[in-house]
């Protein structure tokens, strides 16, 4: 079954079609890799699917329903999860409160509640608490629960934004570019975390640069380029798609390009 | 990025111990040095502003939202107290709650709209809806007096009429404490996090599934609440009141104390209050250089105490101590 679908997507600004009739098909619990080069639109269509932007044509579908133009808020009460490209961490507050807000959709206290601490605020505080502190847990960053998250570095206040996703224990997690900026090592771990979260049974969508990363772990991968679908398979299929060599290398790649695109 | 100070933030009972307890030993103990009432008067003045203070501290502090009108919730408080009496028989005490009641409603339909701006749009806006009840209590002279204001009846608990400023030094002070409790309960509520997400980053609060515009709303709705109670407890110590308390300058105090006394700090609320009350009597002394002096202590700590006074000063105790 898919859970998600995106059917016929298109979105223009001013006269550049940043995202022009892309339709797609997530089945569940799946890692589903979006590449392609800069400026192809990857970015633009999470925006989309997560409810950033409205979509100028086209739908998106989760889960069967059609959730096109919902709020940002409601998809997530939904069960979609995103971390972004350009860290969104809330850097005052400290690592575990801020997976703590990842709990949101969960918790259930009222405002004269919470203003006046009654016992379920309490009983709620604790419980959510311990619930981000197993999603702390899943990206190994348990030990810094207590530091304020603007002064991790910056692989872990990656890792915490995975982690303050995983709380929301979405169906689908969109992490858009989780490898930028990384080193060898640090993707090795992320890539372990990845198969991690798959393993739980969500739905990953990758938006990523690093190939190794994307071929290693993707089930299927989605080509874009220009903001139109270029070619759509597996790891294998794509590597050797004549048409995504060519959107990666150009037309006449030299011998040495092809050898690295192996 | 830089290190920032989410230790203010921690535990919620260490908070309530190390701020509470200390504060409520200071309002016992300080009457015994004051010789006259005009010592109660000016306490209590501080207290009643920052109650104001401190409710806008929660809007501006962690929600991380401007108003510079909220004086006008003042306003609403203060002429609750002033015209139900007066003009529709309701003896003070129903007419303070009915100023509760009408400053809650009036910033749920006001807040509805204006809360959708952000930053520069969100402060023209809110300062147009101060400047708006301000002019209002002005100009409906058959029920506010006018600029010239009017008077207000004492406020009877138990039978007897409150006189002077002694009792209101005990009300504002022990209600102060109370909304610190309440401001430090929200804090480490689910609500609290989502309003110091939202402060953090918007657009990463609503998409772990926060309804951005509803808990702005919300605490819109709270800073309003302690903004009209202080203004009713000022008409009812002072037993006058005039269009002054809403106006802009009013409006642009409790920003200022807010932030003196540091965002996000609830007793650097009352830091604040005490500063912008108190510097003025102490300042009298200068009388034609009031304001300059003002102006000038304001801006020295903005500039060499950025974090506000009680931050910066725990910070550079906490550094020594280390």
């Not at chain 2, 504060?23 to 207290?47: D, G, T, W």
């Not at chain 2, 401190?54 to 003042?74: C, E, I």
């Not at chain 2, 008077?151 to 404490?177: C, D, M, Q």
Request: with cysteine; glycine share 10%.
């Amino acid at each position: 079954m898919s859970v998600l679908n995106a059917e016929h997507l298109s979105i223009a600004f001013g006269g550049l079609r940043a995202v022009d009739a892309v339709s797609f098909e997530v089945p569940s619990g799946i890692v589903f890799s979006i590449i392609g080069p800069n400026g192809a639109g990857k970015t633009t269509l999470f925006n989309i699917i997560s409810g950033q932007c409205m979509p100028h044509d086209g739908y998106v579908r989760f889960c069967g329903e059609d959730v096109t133009g919902l709020a940002p808020d409601q998809l997530a009460r939904r069960g979609l999860a995103r971390t972004f490209q350009n860290l969104q961490i809330f850097p005052q507050m400290t690592a575990i409160e801020n997976v703590m807000v990842g709990r949101h959709r969960h918790e259930a206290t009222g405002i004269i509640a919470d203003l006046l601490h009654l016992p379920v605020v309490r009983e709620q505080n604790r419980r959510t608490r311990e619930a981000a502190m197993e999603a702390l847990g899943r990206v190994g960053i348990e030990a810094m629960a207590e530091r304020p998250a603007g002064s991790l570095a910056y692989g872990n206040l990656k890792r915490l934004e995975i982690a303050r996703a995983l709380a929301s224990e979405p169906t689908v997690l969109l992490l858009d570019e989780p490898a930028a900026g990384c080193n060898p090592v640090e993707t090795a771990e992320l890539e372990n975390i990845i198969r991690g979260i798959v393993g739980t049974g969500v739905t990953v969508v990758l938006v990523e640069h690093d190939m190794r990363l994307v071929m290693n772990i993707s089930h299927r991968i989605h080509v874009l380029a220009n903001g139109r679908t270029l070619a759509e398979g597996t790891a294998a299929e794509v590597r050797t798609n004549p048409a995504v060599i060519d959107a990666y290398l150009g037309v006449n790649p030299s011998r040495e390009a092809v050898s690295a695109a192996g | 990025m830089s290190v920032l100070p989410a230790d203010r933030f921690r535990g919620l009972p260490q908070q309530r111990l190390f701020s509470l307890v200390p504060l409520a030993a200071i309002i016992l103990l300080m009457p015994l040095m004051f010789s006259s009432a005009y010592y109660y008067r000016v306490a209590a003045l501080v207290f009643i502003f920052a109650i104001a203070a401190l409710g806008l501290n929660l809007l501006m502090g962690f929600a991380g939202q401007v108003s510079l009108g909220h004086a006008g919730f003042m306003g609403i408080g203060a002429y609750s107290v002033a015209i139900g009496p007066a003009h529709l028989g309701i003896s003070p005490l129903p007419s303070f709650v009915l100023g509760v009641m009408i400053s809650t409603l009036v910033a749920f339909v006001v807040g509805r709209p204006i809360l959708r701006l952000k930053g520069h749009y969100l402060a023209v806006a809110t300062l147009g809806f101060g400047v708006l009840l301000a002019v209002a209590f002005t100009n409906e002279a058959s029920w506010t007096g006018g600029p010239d204001g009017m008077i207000v009846p004492h406020l009877a608990l138990l039978g007897r009429p409150l006189r002077g400023p002694e009792p209101w030094y005990w009300i504002s002070a022990s209600t102060f404490l109370v909304g610190a409790a309440v401001a430090l309960n929200l804090i480490a509520s689910p609500t609290g996090r989502a309003l110091r997400g939202i402060h953090d980053s918007e657009i990463a609060a609503r998409m772990l599934g926060v309804d951005v515009a509803g808990k702005k709303l919300i605490i819109f709705v709270v800073a309003a609440v302690y903004a009209s109670v202080a203004g009713s407890y000022l008409a009812l110590l002072n037993s006058y009141i005039t269009p002054d308390v809403s106006s802009f300058l009013r409006s642009i105090e409790l920003v200022a104390m807010v932030v003196l006394g540091g965002m996000g700090s609830i007793p650097g609320s009352l830091v604040g209050s005490a500063v912008l009350v108190i510097l003025p009597q102490a300042l009298a002394f200068f009388h034609d250089y009031e304001h300059m002096m003002l102006g000038l202590i304001v801006m020295s700590v903005m500039i060499f105490l950025r974090r506000g006074i009680l931050p910066s000063v725990t910070a550079a105790f906490a550094q020594r101590h280390k």
